[in-house]
Protein backbone atom coordinates (compact mmCIF):
# COMPACT_ATOMS: atom_id res chain seq x y z
CA UNK A 1 0.00 0.00 0.00
CA UNK A 2 1.62 3.46 -1.44
CA UNK A 3 0.05 4.86 2.08
CA UNK A 4 1.86 2.65 4.66
CA UNK A 5 4.71 4.59 5.10
CA UNK A 6 2.25 7.65 5.64
CA UNK A 7 0.32 5.46 8.36
CA UNK A 8 3.73 4.78 10.26
CA UNK A 9 4.84 8.35 10.03
CA UNK A 10 1.17 9.42 11.84
CA UNK A 11 1.41 7.24 14.43
CA UNK A 12 5.02 7.77 15.22
CA UNK A 13 3.70 11.65 15.66
CA UNK A 14 1.07 10.29 17.76
CA UNK A 15 3.20 8.12 20.00
CA UNK A 16 5.00 11.29 20.38
CA UNK A 17 2.52 13.26 21.60
CA UNK A 18 2.79 15.60 18.76
CA UNK A 19 -0.38 15.08 16.57
CA UNK A 20 -2.09 18.47 15.53
CA UNK A 21 -5.33 19.14 15.95
CA UNK A 22 -7.24 22.31 14.60
CA UNK A 23 -10.29 23.99 16.51
CA UNK A 24 -13.06 25.13 14.05
CA UNK A 25 -14.12 28.50 15.43
CA UNK A 26 -17.82 29.60 15.16
CA UNK A 27 -16.81 33.46 15.65
CA UNK A 28 -14.76 35.96 13.78
CA UNK A 29 -11.86 36.43 14.85
CA UNK A 30 -11.31 38.85 17.48
CA UNK A 31 -11.66 39.09 21.88
CA UNK A 32 -13.80 35.78 22.01
CA UNK A 33 -13.88 32.74 19.72
CA UNK A 34 -16.68 30.05 20.22
CA UNK A 35 -15.43 26.57 19.50
CA UNK A 36 -18.28 23.88 19.97
CA UNK A 37 -20.21 25.66 22.42
CA UNK A 38 -17.96 27.08 24.44
CA UNK A 39 -16.76 30.63 24.27
CA UNK A 40 -13.31 31.36 25.51
CA UNK A 41 -11.32 34.44 25.21
CA UNK A 42 -8.57 34.46 22.48
CA UNK A 43 -4.85 34.69 23.80
CA UNK A 44 -3.99 32.52 20.36
CA UNK A 45 -4.46 35.13 17.48
CA UNK A 46 -2.01 37.40 15.43
CA UNK A 47 -4.84 39.96 15.51
CA UNK A 48 -3.05 42.49 17.65
CA UNK A 49 -4.79 45.53 17.38
CA UNK A 50 -8.55 43.80 16.91
CA UNK A 51 -8.91 44.85 13.56
CA UNK A 52 -9.68 41.16 11.60
CA UNK A 53 -13.49 41.53 12.89
CA UNK A 54 -13.74 45.40 12.45
CA UNK A 55 -17.21 46.48 10.46
CA UNK A 56 -15.26 49.13 8.88
CA UNK A 57 -12.68 47.15 7.09
CA UNK A 58 -15.59 44.30 6.38
CA UNK A 59 -17.48 47.50 4.85
CA UNK A 60 -14.25 48.33 2.50
CA UNK A 61 -14.21 44.69 1.39
CA UNK A 62 -17.41 44.07 0.40
CA UNK A 63 -17.16 47.59 -1.55
CA UNK A 64 -14.14 46.50 -2.94
CA UNK A 65 -16.16 43.41 -4.09
CA UNK A 66 -18.54 45.00 -5.50
CA UNK A 67 -16.87 47.91 -7.30
CA UNK A 68 -14.19 45.09 -8.60
CA UNK A 69 -15.24 41.89 -8.31
CA UNK A 70 -14.12 39.03 -6.71
CA UNK A 71 -11.14 37.48 -8.71
CA UNK A 72 -8.36 39.08 -9.95
CA UNK A 73 -7.80 36.32 -12.69
CA UNK A 74 -4.77 36.66 -13.41
CA UNK A 75 -1.07 37.54 -11.71
CA UNK A 76 0.20 40.76 -11.41
CA UNK A 77 2.50 40.82 -14.27
CA UNK A 78 -0.16 39.53 -17.19
CA UNK A 79 -3.41 41.21 -16.24
CA UNK A 80 -4.14 40.70 -12.85
CA UNK A 81 -2.79 43.73 -11.12
CA UNK A 82 -6.22 46.12 -10.58
CA UNK A 83 -5.89 50.04 -9.63
CA UNK A 84 -7.05 49.01 -5.76
CA UNK A 85 -4.04 46.92 -6.21
CA UNK A 86 -1.96 49.67 -7.53
CA UNK A 87 -3.40 51.62 -4.59
CA UNK A 88 -2.12 49.72 -1.74
CA UNK A 89 1.49 49.96 -3.18
CA UNK A 90 1.32 53.39 -3.36
CA UNK A 91 0.00 53.50 0.01
CA UNK A 92 2.21 51.32 1.77
CA UNK A 93 5.45 53.05 -0.01
CA UNK A 94 4.04 56.15 1.52
CA UNK A 95 3.41 55.05 4.72
CA UNK A 96 6.77 53.08 5.18
CA UNK A 97 9.12 56.09 3.53
CA UNK A 98 10.46 53.40 1.07
CA UNK A 99 10.68 54.42 -2.90
CA UNK A 100 8.47 51.02 -3.50
CA UNK A 101 6.61 48.42 -2.61
CA UNK A 102 5.17 45.04 -3.72
CA UNK A 103 2.33 43.25 -2.44
CA UNK A 104 2.50 39.89 -2.02
CA UNK A 105 -0.82 36.73 -1.23
CA UNK A 106 0.90 35.84 1.79
CA UNK A 107 4.30 36.75 4.01
CA UNK A 108 5.23 33.02 3.16
CA UNK A 109 4.97 33.95 -0.27
CA UNK A 110 7.04 37.56 0.10
CA UNK A 111 9.52 35.85 1.96
CA UNK A 112 10.36 32.98 -0.17
CA UNK A 113 10.60 35.83 -3.32
CA UNK A 114 13.22 38.01 -2.03
CA UNK A 115 16.48 36.17 -0.48
CA UNK A 116 16.44 33.60 -3.24
CA UNK A 117 16.15 36.73 -5.56
CA UNK A 118 19.05 38.85 -4.10
CA UNK A 119 20.78 35.72 -3.63
CA UNK A 120 22.34 33.00 -6.07
CA UNK A 121 25.79 31.50 -7.05
CA UNK A 122 28.37 32.76 -5.16
CA UNK A 123 26.65 35.03 -2.46
CA UNK A 124 26.22 34.54 0.98
CA UNK A 125 23.67 34.73 3.49
CA UNK A 126 23.55 35.03 6.90
CA UNK A 127 20.59 34.42 8.76
CA UNK A 128 19.22 34.57 12.70
CA UNK A 129 19.26 31.08 14.28
CA UNK A 130 15.30 31.60 15.42
CA UNK A 131 14.38 33.19 11.71
CA UNK A 132 10.77 32.31 11.01
CA UNK A 133 9.77 28.94 8.76
CA UNK A 134 9.06 31.15 6.00
CA UNK A 135 12.58 32.46 5.84
CA UNK A 136 14.55 29.41 6.12
CA UNK A 137 12.89 27.90 3.46
CA UNK A 138 13.91 30.92 1.39
CA UNK A 139 16.96 30.29 2.66
CA UNK A 140 17.42 26.88 1.04
CA UNK A 141 15.77 27.98 -2.12
CA UNK A 142 19.20 30.51 -2.87
CA UNK A 143 21.01 27.14 -0.91
CA UNK A 144 20.31 25.62 -4.10
CA UNK A 145 20.58 28.31 -6.67
CA UNK A 146 24.55 28.37 -5.29
CA UNK A 147 24.17 31.00 -2.69
CA UNK A 148 27.02 29.81 0.47
CA UNK A 149 24.32 30.14 3.79
CA UNK A 150 25.11 30.58 7.33
CA UNK A 151 23.32 31.23 10.41
CA UNK A 152 24.11 32.96 13.68
CA UNK A 153 23.19 32.73 16.88
CA UNK A 154 20.20 34.76 17.86
CA UNK A 155 21.46 38.18 18.09
CA UNK A 156 24.43 37.39 18.07
CA UNK A 157 26.39 40.56 16.41
CA UNK A 158 29.89 39.90 17.13
CA UNK A 159 29.28 35.96 16.01
CA UNK A 160 27.64 37.53 12.58
CA UNK A 161 30.51 39.78 12.26
CA UNK A 162 32.72 37.16 12.09
CA UNK A 163 31.09 35.89 9.28
CA UNK A 164 30.56 38.63 6.98
CA UNK A 165 34.67 39.64 8.06
CA UNK A 166 35.34 36.25 7.09
CA UNK A 167 33.34 35.72 3.64
CA UNK A 168 35.06 35.94 0.09
CA UNK A 169 31.66 36.96 -1.32
CA UNK A 170 30.73 40.25 -2.47
CA UNK A 171 27.26 40.15 -2.43
CA UNK A 172 25.49 39.55 1.53
CA UNK A 173 22.43 39.40 2.29
CA UNK A 174 21.72 39.61 6.31
CA UNK A 175 18.31 37.98 6.73
CA UNK A 176 16.51 38.83 9.98
CA UNK A 177 13.08 38.76 12.05
CA UNK A 178 12.36 42.20 13.28
CA UNK A 179 10.62 40.67 16.17
CA UNK A 180 11.02 36.41 16.57
CA UNK A 181 7.80 35.08 16.45
CA UNK A 182 7.45 32.64 19.38
CA UNK A 183 10.02 34.98 21.40
CA UNK A 184 8.88 38.29 21.49
CA UNK A 185 12.09 40.15 21.43
CA UNK A 186 13.34 42.58 18.61
CA UNK A 187 16.36 42.04 16.69
CA UNK A 188 18.43 45.05 17.19
CA UNK A 189 18.11 46.80 14.16
CA UNK A 190 20.83 49.81 14.23
CA UNK A 191 23.28 47.48 15.11
CA UNK A 192 22.22 44.85 11.80
CA UNK A 193 22.15 48.35 9.69
CA UNK A 194 25.50 49.33 10.46
CA UNK A 195 27.11 45.59 10.10
CA UNK A 196 24.94 45.83 6.72
CA UNK A 197 26.62 49.52 6.10
CA UNK A 198 30.35 48.68 6.98
CA UNK A 199 30.21 44.98 5.40
CA UNK A 200 28.12 46.25 2.21
CA UNK A 201 25.57 43.72 2.60
CA UNK A 202 21.69 43.49 2.14
CA UNK A 203 19.37 43.62 5.11
CA UNK A 204 16.28 41.80 5.01
CA UNK A 205 13.91 42.44 7.44
CA UNK A 206 10.84 40.29 8.49
CA UNK A 207 8.42 42.57 10.43
CA UNK A 208 5.40 40.38 10.29
CA UNK A 209 4.63 41.32 14.23
CA UNK A 210 5.90 44.93 14.25
CA UNK A 211 4.07 46.55 11.68
CA UNK A 212 0.95 48.12 13.23
CA UNK A 213 1.88 47.81 16.37
CA UNK A 214 5.20 49.21 17.20
CA UNK A 215 7.21 52.85 16.40
CA UNK A 216 4.76 55.90 15.79
CA UNK A 217 1.96 55.26 13.47
CA UNK A 218 2.70 51.54 13.93
CA UNK A 219 5.14 52.18 10.83
CA UNK A 220 6.71 49.02 12.81
CA UNK A 221 10.40 47.91 13.92
CA UNK A 222 12.37 50.45 12.25
CA UNK A 223 9.93 53.42 13.28
CA UNK A 224 10.57 51.90 16.72
CA UNK A 225 14.28 52.47 16.54
CA UNK A 226 14.05 55.66 14.65
CA UNK A 227 15.26 54.25 11.72
CA UNK A 228 14.30 55.25 8.48
CA UNK A 229 14.40 53.85 5.15
CA UNK A 230 17.36 52.89 3.43
CA UNK A 231 18.55 51.66 -0.22
CA UNK A 232 20.38 48.56 1.46
CA UNK A 233 16.70 47.47 3.39
CA UNK A 234 14.33 45.11 2.12
CA UNK A 235 11.62 45.08 4.56
CA UNK A 236 8.54 42.65 4.69
CA UNK A 237 5.65 43.50 6.44
CA UNK A 238 2.76 41.14 6.60
CA UNK A 239 -0.97 42.80 6.43
CA UNK A 240 -2.59 39.19 7.81
CA UNK A 241 -1.93 39.79 11.26
CA UNK A 242 -2.56 43.43 13.18
CA UNK A 243 -3.39 44.92 9.50
CA UNK A 244 -6.15 42.46 9.99
CA UNK A 245 -7.09 41.14 6.56
CA UNK A 246 -4.41 39.21 4.67
CA UNK A 247 -1.47 39.44 2.43
CA UNK A 248 2.11 40.98 3.22
CA UNK A 249 4.25 43.33 0.95
CA UNK A 250 8.22 44.02 0.45
CA UNK A 251 9.52 47.83 0.54
CA UNK A 252 12.56 48.97 -1.03
CA UNK A 253 14.82 51.16 -3.15
CA UNK A 254 13.18 51.71 -6.65
CA UNK A 255 15.96 49.51 -8.23
CA UNK A 256 15.62 46.54 -5.54
CA UNK A 257 11.84 46.44 -5.77
CA UNK A 258 11.89 46.31 -9.54
CA UNK A 259 14.26 43.70 -10.02
CA UNK A 260 12.21 41.75 -7.43
CA UNK A 261 9.31 42.40 -9.33
CA UNK A 262 11.55 40.92 -12.59
CA UNK A 263 12.65 37.76 -11.01
CA UNK A 264 10.74 36.61 -8.09
CA UNK A 265 9.25 33.83 -8.72
CA UNK A 266 6.28 33.74 -6.05
CA UNK A 267 5.75 36.86 -7.09
CA UNK A 268 5.63 36.09 -10.81
CA UNK A 269 3.67 32.90 -11.14
CA UNK A 270 0.53 33.79 -8.88
CA UNK A 271 -2.80 34.84 -9.34
CA UNK A 272 -2.55 38.10 -7.87
CA UNK A 273 -5.06 38.28 -4.51
CA UNK A 274 -8.75 39.32 -4.97
CA UNK A 275 -8.92 43.19 -5.65
CA UNK A 276 -10.88 43.18 -3.00
CA UNK A 277 -8.27 42.63 -0.09
CA UNK A 278 -6.94 45.55 -1.57
CA UNK A 279 -9.73 47.52 -0.92
CA UNK A 280 -9.61 46.62 2.63
CA UNK A 281 -6.06 46.98 3.01
CA UNK A 282 -6.56 50.46 2.12
CA UNK A 283 -9.06 51.33 4.79
CA UNK A 284 -6.90 49.15 7.18
CA UNK A 285 -3.65 51.26 6.71
CA UNK A 286 -6.36 54.33 7.55
CA UNK A 287 -7.10 52.58 11.04
CA UNK A 288 -3.29 51.41 11.64
CA UNK A 289 -1.92 55.30 11.32
CA UNK A 290 -4.56 56.55 13.31
CA UNK A 291 -4.82 53.97 15.59
CA UNK A 292 -2.62 55.53 18.65
CA UNK A 293 -5.50 55.02 21.14
CA UNK A 294 -5.47 50.97 19.73
CA UNK A 295 -2.02 50.49 20.60
CA UNK A 296 -1.86 52.53 24.05
CA UNK A 297 -4.66 49.59 25.08
CA UNK A 298 -2.19 47.08 23.10
CA UNK A 299 0.49 48.26 25.91
CA UNK A 300 -1.28 48.86 28.84
CA UNK A 301 -2.63 45.47 28.65
CA UNK A 302 0.80 43.74 28.09
CA UNK A 303 2.41 46.01 30.99
CA UNK A 304 -0.61 44.53 32.94
CA UNK A 305 -0.23 40.84 32.05
CA UNK A 306 3.73 40.98 32.95
CA UNK A 307 2.96 42.50 36.00
CA UNK A 308 0.43 39.80 36.98
CA UNK A 309 2.59 36.94 35.85
CA UNK A 310 5.70 38.30 38.04
CA UNK A 311 5.19 35.88 40.61
CA UNK A 312 4.28 32.55 39.12
CA UNK A 313 6.92 29.77 39.03
CA UNK A 314 7.51 30.01 35.14
CA UNK A 315 9.58 33.53 33.61
CA UNK A 316 8.25 35.16 30.89
CA UNK A 317 10.65 35.85 28.36
CA UNK A 318 11.81 39.66 28.16
CA UNK A 319 9.18 40.73 25.56
CA UNK A 320 8.19 44.01 24.86
CA UNK A 321 5.59 42.77 22.25
CA UNK A 322 2.30 41.36 21.70
CA UNK A 323 4.04 38.44 21.80
CA UNK A 324 4.37 36.97 25.52
CA UNK A 325 5.78 33.51 25.99
CA UNK A 326 5.89 31.90 29.52
CA UNK A 327 8.55 29.40 29.08
CA UNK A 328 7.14 26.11 31.03
CA UNK A 329 9.92 24.00 29.66
CA UNK A 330 8.66 20.31 29.66
CA UNK A 331 6.39 19.27 26.57
CA UNK A 332 3.50 17.66 28.74
CA UNK A 333 3.33 20.13 31.42
CA UNK A 334 2.97 22.91 28.91
CA UNK A 335 0.12 20.60 27.28
CA UNK A 336 -1.20 20.13 30.68
CA UNK A 337 -1.53 24.07 31.23
CA UNK A 338 -2.84 24.88 27.94
CA UNK A 339 -5.71 22.58 28.12
CA UNK A 340 -6.10 23.63 32.11
CA UNK A 341 -6.63 27.51 30.80
CA UNK A 342 -8.88 26.21 27.73
CA UNK A 343 -10.95 24.56 30.75
CA UNK A 344 -11.25 27.67 32.21
CA UNK A 345 -12.46 29.38 28.75
CA UNK A 346 -8.99 30.83 28.01
CA UNK A 347 -7.50 29.94 24.59
CA UNK A 348 -3.04 30.24 25.09
CA UNK A 349 -1.40 27.96 22.57
CA UNK A 350 0.79 25.66 24.14
CA UNK A 351 4.28 25.99 21.62
CA UNK A 352 6.47 22.63 21.64
CA UNK A 353 9.53 21.55 19.69
CA UNK A 354 10.62 21.35 16.94
CA UNK A 355 8.92 25.06 16.71
CA UNK A 356 11.32 26.27 19.73
CA UNK A 357 14.20 24.64 21.01
CA UNK A 358 13.83 21.42 23.09
CA UNK A 359 12.94 22.07 27.26
CA UNK A 360 11.70 25.31 26.60
CA UNK A 361 7.94 24.40 25.41
CA UNK A 362 5.88 27.57 26.23
CA UNK A 363 2.88 29.07 26.69
CA UNK A 364 2.67 32.06 23.87
CA UNK A 365 0.20 34.28 24.76
CA UNK A 366 -0.84 36.98 22.45
CA UNK A 367 -2.17 40.46 23.61
CA UNK A 368 -4.19 42.46 21.92
CA UNK A 369 -5.83 45.72 21.74
CA UNK A 370 -9.54 44.29 21.95
CA UNK A 371 -8.42 42.65 24.93
CA UNK A 372 -9.75 44.36 28.33
CA UNK A 373 -8.22 45.42 31.59
CA UNK A 374 -10.85 42.23 33.08
CA UNK A 375 -9.78 39.79 30.50
CA UNK A 376 -5.93 40.18 31.00
CA UNK A 377 -7.00 40.09 35.00
CA UNK A 378 -8.81 36.43 34.17
CA UNK A 379 -6.18 34.97 31.99
CA UNK A 380 -3.64 36.06 35.20
CA UNK A 381 -5.81 34.94 38.02
CA UNK A 382 -5.83 31.34 36.11
CA UNK A 383 -2.52 30.71 35.67
CA UNK A 384 -2.23 31.57 39.50
CA UNK A 385 -4.64 28.94 39.78
CA UNK A 386 -2.81 26.27 38.01
CA UNK A 387 0.60 26.99 38.94
C1 LIG B 1 3.31 34.93 10.05
C2 LIG B 1 4.70 35.15 9.65
C3 LIG B 1 5.09 35.08 8.31
C4 LIG B 1 4.16 34.59 7.23
O1 LIG B 1 3.19 35.52 6.94
P1 LIG B 1 1.79 35.02 6.34
O2 LIG B 1 1.17 36.22 5.78
O3 LIG B 1 1.05 34.43 7.50
O4 LIG B 1 2.11 33.98 5.31
C5 LIG B 1 6.38 35.41 7.99
N1 LIG B 1 7.27 35.78 8.95
C6 LIG B 1 6.93 35.83 10.24
C7 LIG B 1 7.96 36.25 11.25
C8 LIG B 1 5.65 35.50 10.64
O5 LIG B 1 5.33 35.52 11.93
Request: glycine share 22%; hydrophobic share 35%; net charge positive.
Given at each position: MIEDRLHAELAEIADLGLTRRRRVL??????TATVDGKNALNF???DYLGLAGNTELAAAMADGATTW??????SHLVSGHLAPHEAIEQALARFTGFARCLTFSTGYLANLAVTPTFAGRGDAVFADKLNHASLIDAMQLAKANGAGVQRYPHNDMAALERQLAATTATNKLIVTDA??????DLAPLPLLLDLARRYDAWLVIDDAHG????GPQGKGSLAHFNLSADARILLMGT???????GGAFVAGSETAIEYLLQKGRSYIFTTAAPPAIASALLKSLQLIADGDSLRQRLFANIAQLREGVRSLPWPLLP???AIQPLIIGDNSACVALSQGLWERCLWVPAIRPPTVP???????ICVSAAHTSADIEQLITALGELA
Open positions: DTPCGRASNGTGSGAVFSMDGFGVLLGKAAGVSATKGSARLR
